[in-house]
C-alpha cells in the first residue's frame, strides 16, 4: 500500500507540474503593435496585469509520506514595450503639406513676378506713348511756328509789293501827271497864240466845226450826263441850256472847261461844270481820236 500511495502521489505532484507549467504558458504577456492615425504620438497601452503567483495545492496528507513543501513559481520579466513608431499616414501627409505648401509659395511668388513683369511692360508703354505725344507735340509746335513765320514772310513780301506797287503807280502817275502838264502847257501855249491872232482863230472854227462827228457828240453829252449830279428841281419855265467850251489832250484828259453860255441857274451850271471835269478822260472817236477842242451843251430837263 505504501509504494502504491507512492506512486499516486509522484504521479500526482507531475500532473501538477504540468498543469502549472501549461498555464503559464498562456498567460504569456503579447506585446501589441497598434498605429496611430493621428499626428500626435501616443503611448502604447500599459502590458496587462501580471496574474498573482499560484501556489501548488497541497496533496492530501498520506499516512506513510509526509507531503512535499509547495515551490512557488516566479513569472518571466516583462519585456519594456518599443517606443512607437511615427505612422507612415502621419509623415505622407506631412509631406503632403509641406510638397503643397511649397507649390503654392512658388506659385505666389511666379504670380508676384508676372504682375511685376506686367507692371514693367505698361510703364514701358505709357513711357512710349509719353515720347511719342512730346514728339508729336513738339512736330505740331515746329509746324505751327513755321507756318506762322511763313504767314509773317509772306504779309511782310505782300506789304513790300503793295508798297513797290504804289511807289510804281505814283511815278508812273506823276510822271504821266507831268505829261498832261507839258501837253497842257503846250496846247495853252498854242491857244493864246491863236488868241492873239483873231483871224486865224475864226477861221480854224469855222474850218473844223462841220467835221465834228455828232455821234461822237452825243456819246461825250451820255458820259457827261452819267457823271452830273443836279439836286434842284427842273420843275421850271422853258428848258434852261448851258455850254461849255472844252479843250483836251489827245488822250482824252480834258485840259480847260471855259463856260461859253449859261443857263441862268448858277447851281445847274456848276453841276454840269463838275459832270465834265469828273468825265475826264473823254471818250475817243471810233478812229481812236478826239477833238482837241469842242463845245458841249445841256439843257435843264434833258437831265431828267
Given amino acids: 500500500m ?50 498573482p503567483p499560484q501556489v501548488e495545492p497541497e496533496p492530501e496528507p498520506q499516512p506513510e509520506t509526509p507531503p512535499p513543501t509547495p515551490r512557488v513559481v516566479e513569472p518571466p520579466p516583462v519585456a519594456e514595450p518599443a517606443p512607437p513608431k511615427q505612422p507612415d499616414i502621419a509623415l505622407e501627409r506631412e509631406k503632403k503639406r509641406k510638397q503643397e505648401q511649397k507649390r503654392k509659395e512658388e506659385e505666389r511668388v511666379e504670380r508676384e513676378q508676372e504682375i511685376a513683369k506686367q507692371k514693367r511692360e505698361e510703364e514701358k508703354k505709357e513711357k512710349a506713348l509719353a515720347e511719342k505725344k512730346a514728339r508729336e507735340d513738339q512736330k505740331k509746335k515746329e509746324q505751327e511756328l513755321a507756318k506762322k513765320e511763313e504767314e509773317a514772310q509772306k504779309k511782310k513780301e505782300k506789304a513790300e509789293k503793295e508798297k513797290a506797287e504804289k511807289l510804281a503807280k505814283a511815278k508812273a502817275e506823276k510822271a504821266e501827271a507831268d505829261k498832261r502838264e507839258k501837253a497842257r502847257a503846250d496846247e495853252m ?11 486865224s482863230s475864226g477861221n480854224a472854227a469855222k474850218s473844223t466845226a462841220p467835221r465834228i462827228d455828232q455821234g461822237y457828240l452825243a456819246s ?5 450826263k452819267s457823271n452830273t449830279s443836279y439836286p434842284g428841281s427842273t420843275d421850271v419855265p422853258g428848258n434852261p441850256e448851258v455850254v461849255f467850251q472844252v479843250e483836251q489832250l489827245p488822250t482824252g484828259e480834258i485840259l480847260s472847261v471855259r463856260k461859253v453860255k449859261s443857263s441862268g441857274i448858277p447851281a445847274f451850271d ?35
Wanted: proline share 8%; charged share 20%; net charge positive.
Fill in 2 to 51: 505504501s509504494s502504491i500511495g507512492l506512486a499516486v502521489g509522484v504521479h500526482a505532484l507531475l500532473l501538477a507540474f504540468l498543469v502549472i507549467g501549461i498555464n503559464w504558458t498562456n498567460n504569456q504577456p503579447i506585446a501589441v503593435e497598434a498605429e496611430v492615425w493621428d499626428t500626435s504620438v501616443q503611448q502604447a497601452a500599459p502590458p496587462a496585469p501580471q496574474p
Fill in 189 to 199: 501855249k498854242r491857244l493864246m497864240s491863236g488868241a492873239g491872232n483873231p483871224g
Fill in 220 to 224: 461825250l453829252a451820255a458820259q457827261i
Fill in 270 to 304: 456848276d453841276a454840269v461844270e463838275r459832270g465834265i471835269n469828273k468825265s475826264s478822260p473823254l471818250r475817243k472817236k471810233k478812229d481812236g481820236t478826239v477833238e482837241r477842242s469842242l463845245p458841249v451843251s445841256f439843257k435843264l430837263k434833258d437831265l431828267n
